[in-house]
């Protein structure tokens, strides 16, 4: 399926203002994170989901147990296909392991304005605790991505690293988010 305004299969009826929600993210082959997640959120939203892979991932609903990042190339490529044929109308980054995987994201954004509204979800550690996020990343993230933010959405963990404090009370998350933004 593809949205009306590119024209789609002969016979297909769909809607004019099915918006296009581009994910930037890792591959789940539990199906239960990622790109797969986002791309059933987008499904169950009436919006037409479009992803580029940034890693691929062996796990499932107990654990990761393996990862690869793929290449700046491939990352590149996967973006310029999507951008050149679809009206994104929002973007979404998930899983984005290494500050080169950042830079060359935020580069490619940069390079297109004006751009879309882009949600960061700053994907870290799993939920069993495999961590899926290079050291030097994080701060690639602070420093490149969140600037380009539209919304951020950390969880406890992920915001102490952004605002580089810990979270203990209402007052810490207020002080962690001016931090970040």
Known sequence: MRPASQGGPPGTALPQTLPVCLTIAGSDSGGGAG??????????????????LTAVTAQ????????E???????????????EDFPIAAMKTGMLS????????????????PRPPLVVD?????KSGYALLAPDAVAAIRRQLLPLATLVTPNRHETELLAER???NEHDVDEAAARIL
């Open 35 to 52: 790109i797969q997640a986002d791309l059933k959120t987008f499904h169950a939203n009436a919006v037409f989901g479009i992803s580029v």
């Open 98 to 113: 290494s500050a080169e995987i950042v830079a060359a994201i935020v580069r490619f954004l940069s390079e297109r304005p």
């Open 166 to 168: 810990p979270v203990r």
């Open 122 to 126: 700053p994907v870290m550690i799993s």
């Open 69 to 83: 990042d793929l290449s700046i190339p491939i990352i590149r490529a996967q973006l310029a296909a999507v951008f």
């Open 60 to 67: 499932n609903t107990r654990a990761v147990t393996a990862a």
